[in-house]
């Protein structure tokens, strides 16, 4: 049988993986909220519901919540017969997001590419703004093959431990 949750080691991970998140540049609330709904074996949780575990105002949820759906890691879903809401991490998140935030690699060559054609041929400047452009497209066609590969890893994975009675 598995070892019992320990709500003590829960809240030191989601402290420990928000301050890490945070000093990647990931806004600390939003990493508190997203560990927390991660951790939780509820499928979904409140404003409220966050705010208790996180020991802070619901209003101080608000802005990490959105932030959160910005970016795809978590949706929202009505609170039947109730007004309020419940927050859930889908399916998928961390590849989907990955997937929306590959966009940004191409946005970022082709913005690399108009500087490219903006500079003088043969300068300085151009020849690292074209390294930086083609850096970026590599990055874009290489995050596809990887979420490719991942799904592959993910579904021989789960195939094991399903055998394995695991599952």
Do not use: C, H
């Not at 928000?18 to 600390?28: S, T």
């Not at 409140?46 to 959160?68: F, H, K, N, W």
């Not at 590959?102 to 903006?118: F, M, P, Q, T």
């Amino acid at each position: 049988m598995g070892e019992m949750r320990s709500e003590l080691e829960v809240r030191a991970f989601v402290e420990q993986m928000a301050m890490f998140l945070a000093d990647w540049g990931f806004p600390r609330m939003a990493a508190r909220v997203l560990m927390v709904l991660m951790s939780a074996d509820e499928e979904r949780l409140t404003a409220g519901e966050l705010a208790e575990r996180l020991d802070v105002s619901p209003a101080a949820i608000s802005g990490a919540v959105r932030y959160l759906q910005q970016l795809q890691l978590i949706e929202r879903t009505p609170v039947p017969g109730s007004r309020s809401d419940a927050y859930e991490v889908p399916r998928n998140a961390w590849y989907t997001a990955a997937i929306v935030k590959g966009g940004l690699y191409k946005r970022l060559a082709d913005l690399s590419d108009a500087g490219v054609k903006a500079l003088d041929d043969g300068g300085a400047g151009r020849a690292r703004i074209a390294e930086m452009r083609d850096f970026f497209l590599f990055l874009d066609e290489e995050v596809g093959l990887l979420l490719d590969r991942w799904v592959a890893e993910r579904d021989r994975r789960r195939a094991a431990a399903e055998s394995d009675g695991g599952g």
